[in-house]
């Protein structure tokens, strides 16, 4: 049996996980959206196409045991740099979750790529969303789009000026798909404190690509270095979930629960209650408060 440890609106103090999901280590699906209008491989599709595959994708991970989703706008790459994502992304995008939300009843966020923090605000806010995704929260790193800087400054002040208060902010520390050689002379352990300390209320730790495990020494050094909680952004499969989630708080899991671990193909039902299943055997010997 699950266990239970509260739910309702996120209140952005404390324990921010136990005030958005009812599980302990919550496992959130990734829902990759198919290329969105404007994208270089939309050709076509229409809206109720690119929903419903969203809504079919969502179904099936709650059919699976999942706690939680994110709707991705994965099928844009290669993705524009922040000032650049544009209307027709952030109404198609919206669309999506609104359609997710209604088709489903598990805590929903939002990531617009790639580093959009502003726009995935605004959906989030539109769509009733409760978090959003920032892969770059502070200081900054070279992405594949480039030079991509720290979106907090402005993002808080974006969510407080459209009264989003309660939607979560879930902060990368070292994100995936680029360089860090800007901060490299700064301590995983400061870098930590950096995201902390410009307001992310949950700190993401994951490997060096999409799928790709976080390696367990930086996960415990994000750990030990943080006070708020710690989930991964990558990797967490049926194999590794037990040893993983031994240190983090949760995860965000999106390639491998898709067919054949290809993250734009469509969600396994069948991959999903395996990583599930793990979960489950986790959380009932580590009991609550693990």
Same mark, same amino acid.
């Given at each position: 049996?699950?266990?239970?440890?509260?739910?309702?609106?996120? =209140?952005?103090?404390?324990?921010?996980? $136990?005030?958005?999901?009812?599980?302990?280590?919550?496992?959130?699906?990734?829902?990759?959206?198919?290329?969105?209008?404007?994208?270089?491989?939309?050709?076509?599709?229409?809206?109720?196409?690119?929903?419903?595959?969203?809504?079919?994708?969502?179904?099936?991970?709650?059919?699976?045991?999942?706690?939680?989703?994110?709707?991705?706008?994965?099928?844009?790459?290669?993705?524009?740099?922040?000032?650049?994502?544009?209307?027709?992304?952030?109404?198609?995008?919206?669309?999506?979750?609104?359609?997710?939300?209604?088709?489903?009843?598990?805590?929903?966020?939002?990531?617009?790529?790639?580093?959009?923090?502003?726009?995935?605000?605004?959906? +989030?806010?539109?769509?009733?969303?409760?978090?959003?995704?920032?892969?770059?929260?502070?200081? $900054?790193?070279?992405?594949?789009?480039?030079?991509?800087?720290? +979106?907090?400054?402005?993002?808080?002040?974006?969510?407080?000026?459209?009264? $989003?208060?309660?939607?979560?902010?879930?902060?990368?520390?070292?994100?995936?798909?680029?360089?860090?050689?800007?901060?490299?002379?700064?301590?995983?352990?400061?870098?930590?404190?950096?995201?902390?300390?410009?307001?992310?209320?949950?700190?993401?730790?994951?490997?060096?690509?999409?799928?790709?495990?976080?390696?367990?020494?930086?996960?415990?050094?994000?750990? =030990?270095?943080?006070?708020?909680?710690?989930?991964?952004?990558?990797?967490?499969?049926? =194999?590794?979930?037990?040893?993983?989630?031994?240190?983090?708080?949760?995860?965000?899991?999106?390639?491998?629960?898709?067919?054949?671990?290809?993250?734009?193909?469509?969600?396994?039902?069948?991959?999903?209650?395996?990583?599930?299943?793990?979960? =489950?055997?986790?959380?009932?010997? $580590?009991?609550?408060?693990?």
């Amino acid at each position: 049996m699950t266990t239970r440890v509260g739910a309702g609106e996120p =209140q952005l103090a404390g324990d921010i996980l $136990a005030g958005l999901f009812e599980v302990e280590k919550p496992v959130i699906g990734t829902v990759h959206t198919l290329p969105l209008p404007g994208a270089p491989a939309h050709r076509g599709q229409s809206m109720d196409e690119i929903v419903s595959r969203a809504v079919s994708d969502a179904t099936t991970y709650v059919q699976g045991g999942i706690d939680g989703l994110i709707v991705e706008n994965g099928g844009d790459i290669p993705f524009r740099k922040p000032y650049l994502v544009g209307p027709e992304t952030v109404a198609s995008l919206t669309a999506v979750a609104c359609a997710v939300r209604d088709a489903v009843e598990v805590p929903l966020g939002v990531n617009c790529l790639a580093n959009a923090v502003i726009q995935s605000l605004a959906i +989030a806010r539109a769509s009733g969303s409760v978090f959003v995704r920032a892969n770059q929260w502070a200081n $900054a790193y070279i992405a594949n789009e480039g030079f991509v800087e720290g +979106a907090a400054a402005e993002a808080l002040r974006f969510r407080s000026t459209i009264r $989003a208060d309660k939607v979560a902010v879930f902060a990368d520390v070292h994100v995936k798909h680029g360089s860090h050689a800007i901060v490299a002379d700064r301590s995983l352990d400061e870098q930590t404190r950096d995201v902390e300390a410009f307001g992310a209320d949950v700190l993401i730790a994951t490997g060096q690509r999409t799928g790709h495990p976080v390696g367990m020494e930086e996960l415990t050094k994000i750990s =030990q270095a943080a006070t708020k909680s710690v989930i991964l952004g990558s990797g967490l499969n049926a =194999q590794n979930a037990a040893r993983l989630l031994q240190v983090a708080e949760g995860a965000i899991v999106g390639s491998w629960m898709k067919e054949d671990g290809v993250w734009w193909n469509p969600v396994d039902e069948t991959r999903v209650a395996a990583v599930m299943q793990e979960v =489950q055997r986790f959380r009932q010997h $580590a009991g609550p408060g693990s």
